[in-house]
C-alpha cells in the first residue's frame, strides 16, 4: 500500500513538473483558425458570450471548437499558396541555409526547426520543421 502511495506521488510531481513546460494556451475556433495566447501572466474572464484575455483578445464562445497548451505558438508548416516557386530559407538569425525548389521541398530537406522561407517574388513566411 505505502509503495503504491508512493509511485501515486512520483506521477503526480512529474505530471505537474511537465505540465508547466507548455509556453501558450491555444484556441482553435469553429472555421479552423486558432489564436496562441502565452501562459505566463494569463488570465481568462467571460464576458456575456466571449472568452477575453488579459490582454484583450476576445474569442466568442459559439465560435471555440477547443483549446489546449502547445510549447509552440501555433506556428503551422506553408500553405503552398503563401510562397511559389524557388525558395530560399533562413534561420531567425538571418542566416542562409539553402534555396530549395518550392517550399514543400524546403519543409521535408530541412532539419527540424524555426525557419523563415523567402520566394522569387519577395513573399516571406515563417514555418516550423517538426
Given at each position: 500500500?505505502?509503495?503504491?502511495?508512493?509511485?501515486?506521488?512520483?506521477?503526480?510531481?512529474?505530471?505537474?513538473?511537465?505540465?508547466?513546460?507548455?509556453?501558450?494556451?491555444?484556441?482553435?475556433?469553429?472555421?479552423?483558425?486558432?489564436?496562441s495566447?502565452?501562459?505566463?501572466?494569463?488570465?481568462?474572464?467571460?464576458?456575456?458570450?466571449?472568452?477575453?484575455?488579459?490582454?484583450?483578445?476576445?474569442?466568442?464562445?459559439?465560435?471555440?471548437?477547443?483549446?489546449?497548451?502547445?510549447?509552440t505558438?501555433?506556428?503551422?508548416?506553408?500553405?503552398?499558396?503563401?510562397?511559389?516557386?524557388?525558395?530560399?530559407?533562413?534561420?531567425p538569425?538571418?542566416?542562409?541555409?539553402?534555396?530549395?525548389?518550392?517550399?514543400q521541398?524546403?519543409?521535408?530537406?530541412?532539419?527540424?526547426?524555426?525557419?523563415?522561407?523567402?520566394?522569387?517574388?519577395?513573399?516571406?513566411?515563417?514555418?516550423?520543421?517538426?
Amino acid at each position: 500500500m505505502k509503495r503504491s502511495l508512493l509511485v501515486a506521488f512520483f506521477l503526480v510531481i512529474i505530471m505537474t513538473c511537465k505540465a508547466q513546460n507548455f509556453e501558450y494556451l491555444t484556441f482553435e475556433q469553429a472555421d479552423g483558425t486558432s489564436v496562441s495566447l502565452p501562459v505566463s501572466g494569463l488570465v481568462l474572464t467571460f464576458s456575456g458570450n466571449n472568452l477575453v484575455s488579459n490582454d484583450g483578445t476576445t474569442i466568442p464562445l459559439s465560435s471555440l471548437s477547443k483549446m489546449f497548451f502547445t510549447e509552440t505558438s501555433g506556428i503551422t508548416p506553408i500553405p503552398t499558396i503563401l510562397v511559389e516557386g524557388t525558395v530560399s530559407a533562413y534561420t531567425p538569425a538571418g542566416s542562409h541555409v539553402g534555396q530549395f525548389g518550392d517550399a514543400q521541398e524546403a519543409i521535408r530537406r530541412l532539419p527540424k526547426g524555426l525557419y523563415i522561407l523567402k520566394d522569387h517574388s519577395g513573399k516571406v513566411v515563417k514555418t516550423l520543421v517538426r
